[in-house]
């Protein structure tokens, strides 16, 4: 172990900010749908997964960066829209646990497709935005943009939130379901443009990660358990928690693994998470009822 | 006491004979099919390891942490102490239920259930495999490891029985038996009332006086034992343990998706999801191997059909057969014996 | 203006309505009276959709009620103030009455009927940022009216507005179905509170375990022997 509070720790902790925004934008979408729908998607990694093989070939035919990442955004708000009408609403009144195990039988077949279309290989879009030096740290632009545009991403969905009729709708679901319909509100409306924009929310975080990572079709497992993870800390619905929490891990992780190896930094961040838990059971931030 | 009816009776003798009707069909490839019936009858005794707990409402996705500690424990004490599994089992199902009351007892208390509770566990899985992996130095990381091999053949000391088919699969039917047993005696148990009032009203079962928390600790301590045992039992008949084959979030969520493709609440739905699930990935499989037009269509990849099939298999399931195979094979003759009986009924009325 | 005939409605195995008829028209305060459990509010779930009916025929304006999916028969005109206000508690009064408006033929008047509703209710614009729950029950009582009229209705169906209020504060319910009724809007009112509302009412059906057992005008029932009775405990 080496750990110092010198100018490494520094751009550790740095680095962790950068990876939190990534993670406070890929609970946001989970956070949503839960919030509105009360369905964990846990799949919900998996249509990433799906969004930046998406971007990458679209890349690969030709398109421009822009564009392939507008397309995979567009093809993971599909999807997500699609796993709502096939998946989610036929099971919209089983028990709460066979809506999560559903979408758990969406995650195998994903993955299994992801590897019958496109091979175990890792494979990486090849576009590299080099890195800022700054002193004895270095932070790549690659991460620079994700915090910039994942931050970019929350404020935008806040803005639609808060000011547009749909929007208010979709807070207002939450909180009282049965009287949607005195509202003039069509219920089936809401949820599908909800997992709509959930998907779309996987869809801008896949266009941030193709610039990080390589992709292969277990890329899933890796961030799945670590987004369920942020969203209960936070709160399952609790958007702002949800953020709040992503910066609290994102620190054990990067913070943990520089000090030790990266597997001790996600275990300490777990351990961390099931301690808080049984201090905090409905999460760090929950509202007191 | 266990009073057994003839069918069962039968099923029993047949499960005993069957090495030797497998030696007299297909002698050929008597290795192979063995194989398959072990697997089939480890893997049930873990499903069925989890239904206990599983039926309560209590939908843990915290068994591939047991299950892997369990193997873990078993071949880390052999292959670096020296430690005969004989003990290091037992040591490791004591470690499992250790670890199952520390997460389970502030869930439990705090009432965290439905959701929380699933991906509270699910974060429990995390974490094993992440130290599983972490320890690297021990456990061979992500590649796996093997238990040293004690002399070439089946040893009792070390517990190594894989070379003998025939052994093992005796093991595996051991096993079965005492998970089929277990299931009966937890639903025959008072227990299995108080922890359905628990699953339905907490605080009305609270208030006749059932103390929730340790009625569902008892019976997670239990599950997780199982799933120790089971996940132990099969390190050694593999021979080999891997964090992806027997710990993790992929062991976690197959376990609990064989339980509900078999059926919940049934004693032998666990064993009717396993056999679903391992004829399913084993006939795509081997018709994958068979069809040259499937194999050069997907190349290596085609590994993952089954997965594939199977994850499509199991949304149809959960959406239009909640129950599981034999939980609505079940209903199914329930319904005509009834309607039978009525006829009958009638007929004499 | 709302008609119904022969409404039987009912959840599961238990049936709640019986061969309910009535009428409300137009410029009219008709209250319905009963007990607990005498089947009211059920009665104005069905006739907003959020319980179908089983079996007869409802009417707005001639529409049939029964072949409209819930969501819509806000557009025919009908808004709910369900029983024991149902506001949003965390969104801000103002994004309440938003949700009020969420029908597109509303939308475009959004500004208009927001200074309409702020016009009737200054207390609703003084408290416009704050969140609805936290408000006493007789505002959020008047927030639930106000969102109510930000559609724009010409039916205003009210459920047991007094419940839960102090009497103080009941009194002013009373005052604002008064305003409401003054400002043009149909209302059709279920309390049981008897005595307060046939003051604000010009017709009334009395409502027994899910069947109509008296209607007349406000003053007859008021003077009926059975109403005084059963209701007013002289």
Known sequence: MDCHLDIFFLEAVLNGLLLAGLLALLALGLNLVFGVIDVVWICYAELVMVGMYGIHYAHKGGAPFLLAALLGILLVALAGALLHVLVIRPVLDSAPINQLLVTGGVLFFLQAAATMAFGIEFRNIGIRLGSVNLMDMSFAWSRLLTFAVALGGMLALWLFLTRTYMGTAIRAIAQDRQIMPLMGVDQRKVYLVTSAIGGGLAGLAAALMVLQYDIYPQIGLQFGPLIFMICVLGGLGNMIGGFVAAFIIAQFIAVGGSCFATEWGYAIAFLFFMVAIFIRPQGLFAAKS | MIRFSPAAIIGIVALLLLPFAVRFFFAASEKYYLHLLIQILLWSFIYTGWSLMGRFGLTSLGHGAFTGIGAYTTVLLWNFAGLTPWLGIPVGVVLSVIVALLVGYPCFRLRITGHYFALMTLALTEFVRLCIVGLRDYTGGSLGTQPRRYGDGVSLYAMQFEPDRVLSYYVALALWAFGIWMWLKVDRSMDRYALDAANQDEDAAASVGIDVTREKLKITGLSAAMCALGGAIYGQYQMYIGPDTIAGLGVSLNIVFAVIAGGLWVPLGPTVGAVFTQLLSETLRVGMQGSATLRDWLGSAALALDTAVYGLLLVLFIIYMPKGILGTLMEWRGRRKRIADTAAVARTG | MLALANI?????????????????????????????????????????????????????EGVSLRVIAPHRILETGIAHVPESRRLFPRLSVEANLKMGAFVPAARKRFAERLDYVYGLFPRLKERRHQLAGTMSGGEQQMCAIGRALMSGPKLVLLDEPSMGLAPVVVAQVFELVRRIRSEGYTVLIVEQNVAQVLKVADRAYLLEVGRIKASGSAAELLASDEVRRAYMGI
């Open chain 3, 8 to 60: 039987d409605a009912g959840y599961g195995g238990f049936q709640a309505l019986f061969g309910v008829s009535m009428s409300v028209n137009a410029g009219e305060a008709v209250a319905v009276l009963g007990a607990n459990g005498a089947g009211k509010t059920t009665l104005l779930r069905v006739i907003s959709g959020l319980l179908p009916a089983m079996r007869g025929e409802m009417t707005m």
